[in-house]
């Protein structure tokens, strides 16, 4: 039997460790075309009075971008 394939899905749960108003409702994580992805939800209300969950996505491998000149280094070329 192959191992469960999960890509394009993912799962919501309550926050149970929520300290501040700003903190998630709910968190989780989805997997997005094979990237995985941790997943938070706020539950809102409209100004029409709807319900409704606000998302936002952040890649998990999502390390810190190496700038693409070196710090120092971007001095070497200046004529003074």
């Not at 706020?42 to 936002?56: C, I, N």
């Amino acid at each position: 039997m192959p191992d469960y394939d999960d890509t394009d899905r993912g799962a919501l749960f309550r926050n149970k460790k929520k300290e501040k108003p700003t903190h998630s409702d709910y968190n989780g994580s989805i997997n997005v075309g094979g990237v995985e992805y941790y997943l938070n939800a706020w539950m809102k209300t409209s100004k029409a009075g709807e319900k409704y969950m606000s998302l936002s996505v952040k890649a998990k491998d999502s390390a810190p971008r190496e700038p693409s000149t070196p710090l120092g280094d971007f001095d070497k070329d200046l004529p003074f």
